[in-house]
């Protein structure tokens, strides 16, 4: 970053920082998007606080189960738990059911090498097939969930089965606790990742069985564009404007509040101000990034008005190649936005 440029962005930084505590409602007033965090362990949890997030929109708990030789017991994924909720103190928190396989292996499942392991046994699809495991996480999420506004979803969701049998197993879960005499909120809220192009074809169908739909833009950009998300060889094509991409998001979005269900983004799409434009402009709920990116992502919808973001995105959608829908956004953004607005896209514009 050249000399004006670093301190044209620390200033800028330090007045999102300010504001970082604020609600982020549209310059217009007409929306206010929740804004929360993505984690993935207790220090996360911390910087949540300190950035002004909301709550936490994709706890991942891969931590957990990463990184050791045998498997947590359910005393100590309660304790490590129990530890976030607490650190939330009340703020909703959603907990994602492990989501192991594709690119990260754990030994002692005994998992085998797969010629295509993002098409493979991974997330619910390895957790159906283990019940022990994937019960046992349930009872550690439940026996925690006194301690916070918590609630639980399922990665990688591709069939309402798949939906149905993790219902089931959350269900015996609690029968289980209720028998041994332990506590757990019975309200807690269940919801579904959007990650296939099938699950966001069936949104309507999965948002008629669950309290919220999030979604995952990495892999869902990755199963819709048939680019896996790790492979440099195929990085430049791997883009979440992709008109394709943005149709299945709107199609989740409009779906899950036809259903009356609220929805949040939880992938990167959250993080980038072109996309935080377009969802504002689809309706959705709930926006979750990095917990230090949280100050921006409020600042830039506090400097959208929603009309004109509701606009952009009904263009976009429209559209037929991701260049297009970047190069409409750009224009739209030095015509309509403010200078704030501009200074900040400014940055992006050079990253891309
Ligand atoms: C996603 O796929 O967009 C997502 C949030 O999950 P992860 O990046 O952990 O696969
Ligand atoms: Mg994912």
């Known amino acids: 970053m050249a000399r004006k440029e670093k301190t044209e962005w620390e200033a800028r930084r330090q007045a999102e920082l300010k504001e970082a505590e604020l609600p982020a409602i549209t310059r217009d007033g007409a929306f206010r998007a929740e804004v929360v965090a993505n984690i993935g362990g207790v220090e996360d949890a911390e910087q949540v606080l300190q950035f002004g997030g909301e709550g936490v929109g994709l706890f991942r708990t891969e931590f957990l189960y990463l990184e050791r030789s045998t498997m947590p017991s359910i005393v100590e994924q309660v304790r490590a738990y129990r530890r976030v909720f607490e650190i939330l103190d009340g703020r909703p928190l959603v907990v994602r059911t492990l989501d192991i396989g594709g690119d990260k292996d754990v030994p002692y499942l005994g998992m085998e090498k797969e010629p295509n392991p993002f098409l493979g046994w991974r997330a619910i699809r390895l957790c159906l ?5 994937f019960k046992g996480q349930l009872r550690a999420i439940l026996r925690a969930s006194l301690h916070g506004n918590v609630k639980v979803m399922f990665p990688m969701i591709a069939t309402i089965e798949e939906l149905r049998r993790a219902k089931l197993l959350l269900e015996e879960a609690k029968k289980e606790l209720r028998k041994e005499g332990k506590g757990f909120n019975e309200q807690m809220e269940v919801g579904v990742m959007i990650e296939t192009p099938s699950a966001a074809l069936l949104a309507q169908q999965l948002a008629r069985e669950c309290n919220f739909l999030s979604i995952g833009s990495n892999d869902l950009t990755q199963y819709t564009l048939a680019v896996d998300r790790g492979n440099k060889l195929v990085a430049k094509l791997f883009d979440h404007l992709h008109p394709a991409v943005l149709q299945l998001i709107k199609k989740t979005i409009d779906a899950a509040h036809q259903q009356g269900v609220w929805v949040g983004m939880c992938g990167e799409f959250g993080a980038d101000p072109l996309g935080i434009i ?33 606009d952009v995105a009904s263009q976009a959608v429209e559209l037929s190649t991701a260049l297009e829908v970047e190069r409409l956004l750009y224009r739209e953004l030095h015509r309509r936005f403010s200078k704030l607005a501009q200074s900040l896209f400014a940055v992006e514009a050079r990253k891309r």
């Open 129 to 133: 097939d283990d019940p022990v495991l």
């Open 278 to 310: 377009l969802l504002l402009g689809m309706g959705i709920d709930e926006i979750s990034v990095v917990p230090g990116m949280i100050p921006e992502a409020k600042s830039i919808i506090r400097s959208v008005d929603t009309t004109v973001a509701r």
